[in-house]
């Protein structure tokens, strides 16, 4: 459909004995928040990699924002934004350096990046060595390298984990407006409130498969339980552990 951002149809994916990926499809829809739940080993990397367009599956087909996305096309990776690891930032260099390394990649002017830092409150740190920087400031460093080429779509696997509540929530603000700016956000995550907070739908995985898909509120009041927490263990039998 021409509103999907994303559109997933049996994939599958088998890495020697274990079928990480085992016949998923699903539909992401432009300006959508989106988010993908399941336990540790539900496959859920596995997917984003497939959708991503680095990693080929055995089975099925991914098309991103009209385009099939694999064989790699260079055609989409403007287009899409991928929060990297922090331990994926270049050694040694200070935040601003970070962020005009990755802006200069994608032929950005410098300004957009310094406004990028800005935007997610880093400007004070910007000459500090990213390896120096605390949790959540490495995590909104990563954001804003993931975001300083203004792609529509934008992947964050796990964003928040090992922050403490208070930057979680700061961080929580700040991937409102990337949304609320039109931009379609697909999120990984570990903490179920996060996901009830900003997630418009929720794919539940495990053992490679979607269990549910809907609104958090949907899913809540279906499966007649008091939040998601309950919703995911209700589904995979299993509390949400890291
Ligand atoms: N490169 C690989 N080679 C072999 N097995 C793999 C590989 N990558 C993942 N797996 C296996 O595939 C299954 C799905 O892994 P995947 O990383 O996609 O799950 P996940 O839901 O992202 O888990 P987590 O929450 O722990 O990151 C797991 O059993 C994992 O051990």
Redesign the pocket.
């Known amino acids: 459909m021409a509103t999907d951002a994303i559109t997933v149809e049996g994939l599958r994916k088998r890495?020697?004995d274990?079928q990480?990926?085992d016949g998923v499809s699903f539909e992401v829809e432009r300006g959508e928040f989106y988010g993908i739940l399941?336990?540790?080993?539900?496959?859920?990397?596995?997917?984003?990699?497939i959708i991503e367009g680095l990693r080929e599956p055995d089975e099925g087909s991914v098309t991103v924002l009209g385009e099939a996305s694999w064989p790699r096309n260079q055609a989409l990776l403007p287009r899409i934004g991928v929060q990297l690891q922090s331990s994926a930032f270049f050694e040694r260099l200070t935040a601003r350096e970070q962020i005009h390394t990755f802006a200069s990649l994608y032929g950005v002017p410098g300004g957009n990046a310094d406004a990028m830092l800005e935007k997610v409150g880093l400007t004070e740190k910007a000459g500090v060595r990213a390896e120096r920087l605390s949790g959540g400031q490495m995590q909104r460093l990563s954001i804003a390298c993931a975001l300083v080429h203004d792609p529509e779509l934008v992947f964050l696997d796990e964003p928040t984990t090992g922050l403490d509540p208070q930057a979680r929530r700061n961080l929580w603000d700040l991937l409102r407006d990337i949304n609320a700016e039109g931009r379609t956000v697909v999120l990984?995550t570990?903490y179920m409130d996060e996901a009830e907070t900003l997630c418009d739908r929720v794919a539940v995985?495990d053992h490679?498969r979607v269990l549910r898909v809907g609104p958090p509120g949907d899913l809540i009041s279906e499966l007649g339980v008091d939040s998601l927490e309950d919703v995911f263990l209700q589904l995979t039998g299993r509390e949400y552990r890291e």
Request: charged share 10%; proline share 5%.
């Open positions: 890495y020697g274990v990480a990926v399941g336990p540790n080993g539900a496959g859920k990397t596995t997917t984003l990699e990984t570990h995985m490679g």
